[in-house]
């Protein structure tokens, strides 16, 4: 599962690598359940044909998926992945699933525990390019009780028993999971995806494509 990661804050750097417009409020830059960070949907009327719409739109929401029968925003602390097994099923992401609520989270890097020490090493994976990832989730809005609509996301994840670097993280006794990163030539695809197709889509981010590396500062004394 990934529950920390870091969005990207450069306004320029969002707009070069997802061709939208950055949001007035960009959300943290080190992001875990319950934060508040950047997430980019379809417009909602990029349909209507009208040049001067965008195609997507990118907005700030709370990391972890509110569904609409939630009291509060409380669930954000365990509803921040959502596995590509069960979210058709799941009553926290079902109905989001259904409606092909998908989004595409931002991020320069996310983070994981390297056990093969015996110990967690924090480690930060990256795009071995440098450039932005694309991060394949779900979004939903949510109505308070005082009326105020919330947004917010998951991430989805994957079985990564076979992957080359990801089945190298968390305990050796632990499923291996992943984020989905989208290829950048894929976004629309996501974004405009239907239901039946949407599984299809939740593939495997090439090894060789990533890079690993020891998380230094702060981020060293997190898991």
């Not at 450069?10 to 690598?17: D, K, P």
């Not at 965008?54 to 609409?68: Q, S, Y």
């Not at 931002?106 to 071995?128: H, L, M, Q």
């Not at 984020?179 to 495997?204: F, H, M, T």
Request: neutral net charge; hydrophobic residues 40%.
């Amino acid at each position: 599962m990934c529950s920390h990661y870091q969005a990207v804050k450069e306004e320029e750097r969002l707009r070069c690598a997802f061709l939208v417009e950055p949001p007035a409020d960009m959300g943290k830059a080190d992001m875990w359940p319950g934060y508040r960070g950047a997430f980019i949907r379809m417009h909602p009327q990029a349909s209507v044909g009208d040049e001067a719409v965008p195609k997507r739109e990118a907005l700030t929401g709370l990391f972890g998926l509110v569904p609409h029968w939630s009291p509060d925003t409380k669930i954000t602390q365990y509803t921040y992945n959502a596995r590509s097994e069960t979210v058709a099923s799941k009553p926290s992401f079902r109905d989001v699933w259904k409606n092909a609520q998908h989004c595409i989270i931002p991020a320069e890097s996310f983070y994981e525990p390297d056990w093969r020490s015996g110990r967690p090493v924090p480690t930060r994976i990256a795009r071995a390019d440098g450039e932005p990832m694309g991060m394949a989730g779900l979004w939903s809005a949510w109505k308070s009780p005082k009326g105020d609509v919330v947004h917010s996301f998951t991430l989805l994840t994957i079985n990564a028993a076979q992957h080359p670097l990801m089945r190298l993280f968390h305990k050796p006794v632990d499923e291996k999971r992943m984020v989905v990163i989208l290829q950048e030539d894929r976004y629309d695809d996501w974004l405009n995806a239907g239901p039946a197709e949407s599984k299809s889509l939740l593939r495997a981010y090439p090894a060789e494509n990533l890079a690993a590396s020891a998380a230094l500062g702060p981020q060293a004394a997190l898991f």
